[in-house]
């Protein structure tokens, strides 16, 4: 069989001094998609100049979940990867994604807590909380999930419509996020795609450093977005009993 198309889906604000260095590390692929969150620096035109033939959308509202939404929406490929501008999510991965997708997979899981993965940049704190809600969200959702929030994932296109993210609606007052538009996405991601029953591989992962300037994310306030999350989808379900869902590991390719 012909071998599946893949979108990069990369969401950027003011990531010009990274991008080098991701696009370095990125395999061939038929689509990348920066997502523009407003940037001040030359987030765009640094990505243009490396990749000329790269597709540039501005996102409607504000955060990453919403950059996701509004890159996958524009996204033309079998295969969706999201990954992040920071350098903290390592490109060159990308093969072991698709590959997992290829045997069957329908989601593509990142994970840092398998063997040969890991993480130089996961507080203990945050580690702490990963662990939490991960242990919540197996009993909750019938899940096996080992990393419940980390940001690299990949599906097949044809999946979006389990996502059911929302580009269309204005931006609203106040933070200018709408729920789902932060960093709670990958877990709505992670927890739609176990309500839907879709077959999900975790693949291993490295997180590295941020290789430039700082991040967004704040342990506490996310943390609470993630946990009300959790309880806003648990309730969504339906369910009372756990889902007849199970995460398996990818086989290697040609296997």
Known sequence: MPSPSVTVIVPALNEALNLPHVFARMPQVDEVVLVDGGSVDDTVAVARRLRPDIKVVRQNRKGKGNALACGFAVATSDIIVMIDADGSTDPAEIPRFVAALVNGADFAKGSRFMASAGSADITPSRNLGNKGFNLLVNTLFGTRYTDLCYGYNAFWTRCLPVFDLDVTTPRPPGDGRLWGDGFEIETILNLRAARANLRVAEVPSFEHLRLHGSSNLSAVK?????????????????????????????RAAGS
């Open 222 to 250: 996310d943390g609470m977005r993630v946990l009300r999350t959790i309880a806003r989808e648990y309730r969504r379900s339906g369910r009372s009993t756990p889902s007849p869902y199970a995460v398996s590991a990818p």
